[in-house]
């Protein structure tokens, strides 16, 4: 039997890791002890735990364990499975690995069955269930998010399986299973397995055969995909176009989809260039709408063009502020009448600007208010200078 599969944990007390949600007293820990853990996705980087606590949940509540892939799932399976606990006291959990693969249908097949919890559902992922799973998959259930494995995890196996197999490893091949595996398990221990086939005393050098090169940890978790996604945007906005090209290879080798990392860029063009070069939002949008059609590798070489332009704009975030100062007046209260002239096109007190030559002074508040205020930067000097014509204002 596999390493990864024989030293896989069968207890809450053995499971190694994600104190954030298993520390005692925490959350997710507590639902568990309790049998009162309702609907839920495990999303986070491979290899570190999501499907050996889906069986614990089942081992521990005595759930009968259906164990199911998004890949090959067919509705009708499902429902005969669901359809043989119809009438037993204890309903089966059913684990969905890498239920961002899910289609549209079958997601709509699942809501019924988790409204009337005719099973208790699982879902596990490598990535964001808020970018992949319906808005109704997402109401009906809770949403965890696990991290790459600290290094003491990880340490912590490798200690265990190293005392039951009787395994002598010097200090740096120790530390190279554990670097080198970017915070998962199931990888660590397959090094490690492989490495044993060839020496019972596997030697740095031999893992380094096998693995040249560190796994990244990639972006899927909570905190290195905000991190990464944090910097990247950060990068942008100071104009240093090699760390923002830097900070986008590191969510690109980590495996963010190429649609997100555009998404991001399109927010920014509006945000952060603004109108200081209007084209820039032009270019975002373009790119996101050129890499869901395209895809890696080459989705790479659009994200980079458009990634180079951003980081090289003039930058205002005018507009940004603007808006936000007038939500702010609107949360609190400032709710101002529609004047009378403005309520129906064909009011007498209207004035229609097209017939003055495309301005005429009035009123669109009843109150003076002032949102926007100008920096004045790149192309927003030419639209301060057609408002101050269109209003016949002296520069």
Not at 221 to 230: G, K, Q, R
Request: proline share 7%; charged share 25%.
């Amino acid at each position: 039997m596999p390493l990864a599969l024989l030293y896989r944990p069968e207890r809450l007390e053995d499971f190694i890791g994600q104190r954030h949600l298993l520390a005692p007293g925490a959350p997710l820990r507590t639902l568990i002890e309790k049998d009162a853990l309702q609907h839920s996705f495990f999303w986070g980087p491979p290899g570190t735990g999501k499907t050996t606590l889906a069986r614990i949940v089942a081992q521990r509540s005595g759930r009968p364990f259906h164990e199911l892939n998004a890949t090959t799932l067919k509705v009708e399976e499902l429902r005969k499975i669901v359809k043989s606990y119809a009438n037993a006291l204890q309903k089966p959990l059913l684990f969905i690995d890498e239920v961002h693969r899910l289609s549209k249908n079958q997601q709509e097949v699942l809501l019924p069955h988790m409204e009337r919890y005719d099973a208790l559902i699982i879902g596990a992922s490598t990535e964001n269930p808020y970018f992949s799973l319906t808005a109704a998959m997402r109401s009906r259930s809770l949403l965890f998010a696990f991290k790459p494995l600290e290094s003491r995890d990880l340490e912590a196996m490798l200690k265990r399986v190293q005392a039951r197999e009787k395994i002598d490893l010097s200090p740096e091949a120790r530390d190279y299973l554990v670097r080198s595996s970017g915070g998962d398990m199931r990888a660590m221990l397959n090094l490690l397995e492989a490495a044993l086939a060839i020496s019972a005393s596997p030697t740095l050098e031999t893992l380094q055969s096998l693995r040249p090169e560190a796994l990244h940890d990639g972006s899927a978790s909570a905190d290195t995909h905000y991190d990464l996604a944090s910097a990247f945007i950060k990068s942008m906005r100071g104009s240093d176009v090699d760390a923002a090209l830097y900070w986008m290879a590191r969510l690109i080798a980590g495996g963010e989809p190429p649609e997100f990392i555009a998404r991001r860029m399109v927010i920014f063009a509006s945000e952060d260039v603004g109108n200081a070069n209007p084209n820039a939002l032009n270019l975002a949008v373009d790119t996101m709408t050129a890499v869901s059609r395209i895809g890696y590798p080459e989705a790479r070489i659009v994200l980079a063009q458009c990634c180079v332009y951003l980081a090289s704009c003039p930058k205002s975030n005018a507009a940004y502020e603007a808006v936000n100062r007038a939500l702010k007046a609107v949360e609190n209260g400032d709710l101002l009448p529609v004047p009378r002239h403005l309520r129906s096109p064909d009011h007498p007190g209207y004035r229609y600007p097209h017939d003055f030559g495309g301005w005429v002074e009035q009123r669109y508040l009843p109150e003076p208010r002032r949102f926007y205020e100008s920096k004045g930067i790149g192309y927003e000097k030419r639209l301060d200078e057609w408002l101050r014509k269109i209003r016949n204002e002296e520069s």
